[in-house]
């Protein structure tokens, strides 16, 4: 017998944005159950209504009377403040990771490497440790990372841990095999992909342009690794900079994590985040610089994690402190 799944939220317009999605992906054993009634979710809270997975709205968590009438439960919310939280805006794609592949058909297509880029409209902002951070979050939580950095000045080792990692510098035969990438130089850039905690790309000593590198030709990386399917994640820095080339690469990936240690309602902020308006992918905020004052309202995204950083710190003193587990959590 299959697993039994029940979804239950007030809005309608989400479950009816989900439910078509879900049961032409969903295996035929698998039962899906949908309640919008309030009358309905309170009586669902019996034993003899028992399921494997619950979703519940956070809208009717506080009419679910501490009944446990499933083996897990998670919170439909509009942030994502727990692991035991799937974000609304993501809709389907949300159940579906948390369910996991064994629930889609056979004839599917299994869940794909996400590329995750890491961006921000201002410098300093702690962008380099909140990629790094993120990608050991997500090796830690048993997913298979890739880091590279595609900014002009590559200096994310200062972050690093030197006890764990390699410090070699890339050299110009892989920046020319990143230019000229071919199937013959994508193994021959494997090859150069440092192993660790996580695996990265190394960095180049000197700025791209010395190599004849630009940040677009490794963003066409990223996309090679990705479709090749050997990592669940890649996690790409990006240039610190906004221009239609750097849109256009943050656009084709999937995952999009924002930095900024300004307050949410920066005017810079609000319009770097505009030009996401239309974007298919998911985007998440991280605030480097916590806030006394509640700025929730100027913002139309996520916020996943609010972090008051010493951006001195290495990422391994970062880790101890217990930082960027929520934001990892968010690209999942």
């Known amino acids: 017998m299959g697993m039994k799944v029940r979804i239950s939220s007030p809005d309608k317009e989400y479950i009816d944005k989900i439910v078509g999605k879900l049961v032409s992906r969903m295996r035929r054993d698998i039962s ?56 609304k805006i993501e809709g389907s794609e949300a159940i579906l990771r948390i369910l996991g592949d064994e629930v889609l058909k056979d004839t599917d297509v299994k869940r794909k490497c996400q590329i995750v880029a890491v961006s921000s409209p201002y410098g300093g902002s702690g962008k380099t440790i909140t990629a790094l951070s993120i990608a050991a979050r997500l090796s830690q939580m048993n997913r298979k990372v890739l880091y590279i950095d595609a900014e002009n000045m590559q200096n994310y080792y200062e972050k690093l841990d030197a006890g764990k990692f390699m410090l070699d510098y890339a050299s110009k035969d892989l920046a020319a095999a990143v230019i000229n990438l071919t199937s013959d130089s994508y193994e021959k850039i494997k090859k150069n992909i440092v192993h660790g905690e996580f695996d990265y790309l190394p960095a180049f000593e000197k700025y791209l342009f010395h190599y004849h590198l630009t940040p677009a030709m490794l963003n066409s990386l990223a996309h090679t690794f990705a479709a090749k399917g050997e990592y669940d994640y890649v996690i790409v820095e990006q240039e610190c900079a906004v221009t239609p ?23 810079r902020l609000k319009k770097y985040l505009d030009l996401f308006e239309g974007y298919g992918g998911y985007t998440v905020i991280v605030q480097t610089e916590a806030v006394l004052d509640d700025d929730l309202q100027y913002i139309t995204m996520p916020l996943a994690e609010r972090i008051s950083l010493d951006l001195d710190c290495d990422m391994g003193e970062i880790l101890e402190r217990g930082h960027y587990r929520k934001a990892a959590e968010a690209v999942l």
């Not at 003899?48 to 501490?66: I, Q, T, Y």
């Not at 256009?248 to 300004?262: A, E, G, K, L, P």
């Open 32 to 87: 899906l159950e949908f309640i919008t009634d309030e009358k309905a979710f309170v009586a669902s809270r019996t034993a003899l209504h028992r399921v494997n997975v619950e979703f519940v709205d956070e809208a009717f968590m506080n009419k679910a009377s501490g009944k446990n009438v499933a083996d897990v439960t998670f919170l439909i919310g509009e942030h994502i403040n727990t692991g035991l939280v799937v974000n």
């Open 245 to 267: 080339e750097l849109l256009q690469d943050i656009m084709d990936d999937t995952r999009h994590v924002v930095v900024t240690n300004r307050p949410l309602n920066d005017s």
